[in-house]
């Protein structure tokens, strides 16, 4: 877990299904696997396997339509 999310580039993807009441999660660009919390962009960000976040993006466009 990265404890300050602010420290790295900022370079961060909000899902273009948030309606925009800042209450949802944030994937960076290039660290394939890092989100954080949009609401508290200096907070901490967790850091999946690129396994585990393969396993979870198809999860999501196989359970959700995205």
Do not use: Y
């Not at 877990?1 to 290039?30: F, Y």
């Not at 949009?38 to 196989?62: I, N, R, Y």
């Amino acid at each position: 877990m990265i404890t300050n999310a602010s420290e790295l580039p900022d370079d961060w993807q909000t899902s273009s299904h948030s309606t925009g009441n800042g209450a949802c999660v944030q994937a960076h660009r290039k660290l394939k696997g890092t989100v954080r919390d949009s609401k508290d962009p200096s907070g901490p960000a967790l850091e999946f396997t690129p396994e585990a976040w393969s396993m979870f993006c198809t999860w999501v466009a196989t359970t959700f339509e995205v």
